[in-house]
């Protein structure tokens, strides 16, 4: 089983066997650009070569026989919009779900008919969006949207380009604002807002919906046979709840990557009143519930580059990792770093605030507070938001009975002991690290017949660590946590005019 996740950073390709364990796998990255303020794209044939080299190299790495794979099954990330003309050909950039330009719609879609619109289709009125970005070219791009034929995400320009098909499944297509949750087609009310039509949209199919006939140029070029079926499978979210057996009501799983998420798995749409949290389908039978938020690890990743300088040179010099070093520098600091407060809102943020002008602050800030206290802060400031997209989630479906840990930091015992404590709850890391891949792996299984239920993941996914809480660090969270939020209330007015001010005065 050949599994691939065309992702934010990166596109991997994972080789399983049978029983899901790992043979081989590649991963390549590639560039998020940001030309000017708001800006967050990618250039698409880059992305569409990593996409064939990885799956080329991953199997000449593994040495297996190309005739003994059964499907290659996709994941991807949501979110994404390239606008394409009648040959098929790019005429924006991967425009990724970061790209924030077009806020200023957001807001006045907000205080229109957005919330209407969120309960009929389950995605969050945010930049983010599809529907956003559509209507941020229409008003801003005006030439580019005239000359649009059709409006894709890049996993439908990758299955364009390999079989001459403009297709796009129930999982992408419910995480764009335009696809009605009840009727699974295109909503005419969204269409109408977008100022688009059907015919500029794909094809809806299952995520099962199986291709074969792959372009005989495309064929020679990963050296697979032209008759090898091609699982169009779903979006990476919804696939990582699947890849670590976490599509039982109650279990829930908590993903940090680049960004975050936390999502369960329910048998039909459920929106919140609030609109606090997304709805999108895994299968016409599974819906995946949950939020997203902006800082994860890319706020991992600047704490590094700007505070660990000298956790990077010794991690060069040990020849580790630098966020072992910099997560066990902060292990002797207590719980709630001694009173010290971070709210991680670098790139704005989603769920919980849906408010891309957030920004991040330090809060409590004392002469006892070291570096050390900083980065602590930092970890525990991700966590915690966490930990608030939770709590929305909790009027939802109540409190959760298993928490699965997934993600690179899942690997950091200092991360999952603070996710325990935080959270109040076992946390349990599951083996498989490349979970979306697995994901669209068992998903692909599924949509061949070779099993007749999901839950068939169950035998090959296995928990290898458990992290219990500490009870005093419980206490000492449970004191913290109420002043987190009443502190991310009290600045939201504050947050659009130091947006404002950044914009003015910032190069």
Not at 138 to 158: C, G, L, M
Not at 352 to 362: C, D, H, K, T, Y
Request: glycine residues 8%; hydrophobic residues 45%; charged residues 20%.
């Amino acid at each position: 089983m050949l599994g691939v996740d065309i992702g934010t950073t990166s596109t991997k390709a994972v080789i399983f066997n049978r029983a899901g364990a790992v043979v081989a796998q590649q991963s390549i990255e590639y560039a998020l650009d940001t030309p000017v303020s708001g800006a967050a794209e990618q250039d698409v044939n880059e992305i569409l070569r990593a996409v064939k080299y990885t799956i080329r190299d991953v199997l000449s790495i593994s040495g297996i026989d190309k005739k003994a794979l059964m499907f290659v099954s996709f994941s991807a990330a949501m979110h994404s919009l390239i606008a394409v003309n009648d040959r098929g050909e790019a005429l924006t950039a991967n425009l990724t779900w970061a790209d924030q330009r077009s806020e200023p719609y957001v807001k006045a879609l907000k205080d229109n008919q957005g919330h209407e619109l969120y309960l009929r289709t389950g995605t969050p009125i945010h930049p983010m969006s599809p529907l956003a970005k559509i209507i941020w070219l229409k008003n801003d791009r005006p030439e580019v949207y005239r000359q649009t034929a059709k409006f894709i995400s890049i996993k439908e320009y990758v299955f364009h380009h390999f079989f001459n098909q403009y297709v796009i499944d129930y999982s992408i297509a419910s995480a764009t604002g335009l696809f009605n949750l009840i009727d699974l087609d295109w909503d005419d009310q969204a269409l109408a807002v977008a100022g688009i039509n059907r015919n500029q949209l794909s094809r809806i199919v299952p995520t099962t919906e199986r291709l074969e006939g792959l372009d005989k140029k495309v064929a020679n070029e990963l050296g697979i046979p032209q008759d090898l079926p091609f699982i169009i499978g779903a979006n990476d979210g919804v696939l990582a709840n699947l890849g670590v057996n976490a599509i039982k009501p109650g279990v829930v799983a908590l993903t940090i990557g680049t960004s975050g998420a936390i999502r369960t798995v329910t048998n039909r749409p459920v929106t919140d009143p609030k609109g606090r949290i997304f709805c999108y389908a895994l299968t016409d039978k599974h819906w995946v519930i949950g939020g997203p938020v902006n800082n994860g690890g890319m706020v991992m990743r600047w704490l590094r580059d700007e505070m660990g300088y000298q956790e990077v040179e010794k991690a060069k010099t040990l020849g580790r990792d630098p966020y072992d070093v910099i997560t066990e520098k902060i292990a002797h600091i207590p719980a709630g770093a001694e009173g010290l407060i971070f709210h991680p809102y670098l790139a704005g943020e989603r769920a919980p605030l849906w408010n891309a002008q957030a920004r991040g602050s330090f809060f409590g800030l004392a002469m006892h507070h070291k570096k050390e206290h900083m980065m602590r802060a930092v970890l525990e400031g991700i966590n915690i938001n966490m930990y608030t997209v939770m709590l929305a989630l909790k009027e939802m479906i109540g409190f959760p009975d298993k928490i699965h840990a997934t993600g690179g930091f899942a690997k950091s015992e200092v991360w999952r002991q603070m996710l325990a404590d935080i959270f109040n709850q076992d946390v349990h890391v599951p083996a498989s690290v490349e979970s979306s891949c697995l994901g669209a792996a068992v998903l692909g299984l599924y949509a061949i017949g070779e099993i007749d239920d999901l839950d068939a993941v169950s035998e090959m996914v296995e928990t290898v660590q458990v992290n219990q809480p500490i009870k005093n660090n419980v206490k000492t969270y449970t004191e913290l946590i109420p002043l987190y939020i009443r502190l991310s209330r009290l600045l939201e007015s504050e947050y659009a005019a130091i947006a404002m001010f950044q914009q003015n005065h910032t190069n």
